[in-house]
């Protein structure tokens, strides 16, 4: 006999039936909205090819919370002007952010780790479409090895302490060029550090810098293993040619801000201890302690699976300048500077292997392409060109003459084994003082008597000029500003003066072997912060001169 509920029980069947409707309703609105949203990128017919879109970011990738600046600058089309710019800035499909009237400029913070895929929508005066799209990778901190937050605090000037005899210190200073190392324990930060290697480093900030010599730590010299925070080595840079002990500083913290994998940069006051003299330390001065490239930089930089991969060092005055320059399909025919090759590895060593050095200046300098396309695809798989314009345009901004488009130095080259190519990397900063110097051509004077290649031909094309020109812009609009390295300018000074002048004074000041009176560490703030005024003032119109296609430096001659 069938059963048959009662009323109550009818009553709550028809309930929960009505009830099993709204909820199939309400999702069934909610996937449709969720469609509707999501699906509002135009679709491929509907895109017109006549349209040129650009989508440009910076930084594109570093540490979370990244606030990404965005931009459309060179977007046109031929059937009238662009009257809207829409962003879907979160990756979601959906161009959520109208930036018209900021002119195509937005950004975003981005606090979740992982790789965005961010796109801008242009529309014309006729409605047509174009869509350009760009990348910004998003790393979490506590997947760094180091805690750079740390070691590289710089919103404080931290004491190191070198404790070693009279005699090793005397042997140091017998031939500085020779770069003896001597046997001492370190104290950073507090932390004691026995039998470590301590020793001058670098080539013209060594020879010529009188008693304020650049300095290293080797931390595990003498005992194997021995780190300091993860860390094997303390680079202390002397700011050679620098009376304001800001320009490594400021110029890093750009190279961050353009996206480059850029080292951490803190200020240290350093003093030396003679055990056996009986007399107190001496404070030897304020250094800009800066990471060095080595494999957990790379580890942190581009993941852990790529250490390994060869790392070569541009130095000309120890090598000659690394130039990319093609000169045969084997090492031996490239130049030899104090019985070395330019390209100078930094690992593997015992491999005399420069293969990938040399197929890398054969796709940059040494081949013959058809078509401007097929050069582009083949340098792009041998090398991030992006990192390269990124690098050049904020050498470029601070008038930069010791880097690779003048004299082939102060930089890195990594070989990634997972993506297969070079990462250009920036090192050795320092700043030029002429405000009005060229930002689309290399300078007459230096080392380059064969030319920049990858220089050269890059600027010859539209797409990498194109990007070239943005980033200019963007480091100009966001960072590259007055009021914003007025402010920087003036808190690094703030914050180093009190320590320059205490217990003696810093020895690049003060003392009988000098590189600057101290006159002009006080005035360094002034004379920075107009140098900027007045290349923010030239670099709005050299910009503006190039997107007017005014700028007859553009060569024709193809790759």
Known sequence: MAHSGGPNEDKWLRLFEKSAVVVFLAAAGIFLASAFIRDTTP?????????????YSMPNNGWAPLTVYFSALGSESPNGAIVRYEWDLDGNGAFETDATANGGYASYTYNKPRDYTISVRVTDTSGAVGVASTTVT??????????????????RVRRVDIALSKAEWDKMWVDPISKYQAKADATVFGQRLDDVGFRMRGQFSLRNSGAKKPFKIDIDAYIDGQEYENLRQLMFLNSI???????????????????LPASHVAYVELWIDLTDDDQDPIFWGVYAMVERVDNKYIGNRFGRDAKGGNLYKASHAQRGPMDLVYWGDSIEEYPVQNGQYAYGKMNNEGEADYSDIVALCRTVD???????EEYI?????AINVDAFLRYIAVNMIIDNWD????????????????SGRFEWIPWDLTWGGNPTSDVFTRAEFGMMENGAPLFDKTMRIEKYRDAYTAYLDLIARHYFTLENMSGIIRRNHNLIAPYVVQSGGDKGFFGTSTMFPYEEFENSPNALINFVSERVEYLEEAIQSELEGENTAVQEEQP
Not at 43 to 55: D, N, Q, W
Not at 138 to 155: E, G, I, L, Q
């Open 366 to 372: 040494g081949r013959d392409f058809e078509t401007e």
């Open 377 to 381: 695809k083949a340098l792009e798989e």
């Open 43 to 55: 679709p491929a017919e509907s895109i017109s090819a006549s349209i040129e879109a650009h989508a």
């Open 403 to 418: 880097s690779y488009i003048n004299t082939g130095n102060n930089y890195y080259l990594f070989n990634n084994p997972v």
């Open 241 to 259: 040619g620098d009376p304001s002990l800001q320009y490594e500083k400021l110029a890093y913290g750009m190279m961050e801000f353009a996206g």
């Open 138 to 155: 998003v790393r979490h901190p506590a997947s760094s090895s180091v805690d750079y937050w740390s070691v590289f605090d710089d919103t």
